[in-house]
C-alpha cells in the first residue's frame, strides 16, 4: 500500500498563487510516477502535471509557463507551485502515484484539496 497525502489548497484571488503539496508513505516501494490531476464541477478529471522519475515533467497546455511541478526524490513529495491563478484553475486537485510495489505496479491517489479562484 502507497499513501498519499495532499496539503496547500485554498482561496485564492485571481493572479495569486498557491503551492500544493503531496507526500507519499508506505513500505518498499519505488516511484514511478508522480503528478498532479484536477477535477472541476461537472468536468472529468484531467492531468495538470507530470513528473516522470528520469526528471522529464510534462504539463497540460493550460498551465505551461504558469505551474512548475518538483520532486524530491530522497523525502517522496512532490509540489505543485502555481501562478498566476484564473477561476479556470478552479478545481478538486488530487495528487498520482504510479509506484512498483513487490514487482507490481499499483496507482495511487490522495484524498484531494480545495482550490479556489475567485474575486
Known amino acids: 500500500q502507497v499513501q498519499l497525502v495532499e496539503s496547500g489548497g485554498g482561496l485564492v484571488q485571481p493572479g495569486g498563487s498557491l503551492r500544493l503539496s503531496c507526500r507519499a508513505s508506505?513500505?518498499?516501494?519505488?516511484?514511478?510516477?508522480m503528478g498532479w490531476y484536477r477535477q472541476a464541477p461537472g468536468k472529468e478529471r484531467e492531468l495538470v502535471a507530470l513528473?516522470?522519475?528520469?526528471?522529464?515533467?510534462e504539463y497540460a497546455d493550460s498551465v505551461k509557463g504558469r505551474f512548475t511541478i518538483s520532486r524530491d526524490y530522497a523525502k517522496k513529495t512532490m509540489d505543485l507551485q502555481m501562478n498566476i491563478l484564473e477561476p479556470e484553475d478552479t478545481a478538486v486537485y488530487y495528487c498520482n502515484a504510479r509506484t512498483v510495489v513487490q514487482a507490481s505496479i499499483l496507482i495511487s491517489w490522495g484524498q484531494g484539496t480545495q482550490v479556489t479562484v475567485s474575486s
Open positions: 508506505g513500505s518498499h516501494f519505488s516511484i514511478l510516477t
Open positions: 513528473a516522470r522519475s528520469d526528471g522529464v515533467t
